[in-house]
């Protein structure tokens, strides 16, 4: 945290931040594999209301499956041994 006010906080409650690295695409399941899900399917088609963008993708979720997100969260496994293995560099 970078706020002075939680740093104050967090070291008045003897509480300890541990450091992690930055965002990181490469380890976000919603950028290596839900976003391209959801995206491919709505691609041109244009929506009037929220309602229906979320009836839209919760259809397309619904549609996937199982063993898809069994695969994707493998490919997690994968991607955090990469990164490792990568010293917490990008790797794709």
């Known amino acids: 945290h ?8 967090l070291t008045k409650k003897g509480i300890i931040v541990i450091d992690h690295p930055p965002y ?7 950028d290596f594999w839900l976003f391209p899900k959801l995206k491919l399917p709505m691609k041109g088609n244009r929506f ?4 229906v963008i979320q009836k839209t993708s919760i259809a397309i979720l619904k549609a996937i499956p199982a063993d898809e997100y069994k695969k ?3 490919k997690f496994v994968e991607r955090f041994q990469r990164c490792i293995d990568s010293e917490g560099d990008y790797f794709e």
């Open 48 to 51: 009037d209301t929220i309602p």
């Open 24 to 30: 990181s695409p490469d380890l976000a399941p919603c």
């Open 72 to 74: 994707c969260f493998e």
């Open 2 to 9: 970078k706020a002075i006010m939680v740093r104050e906080f």
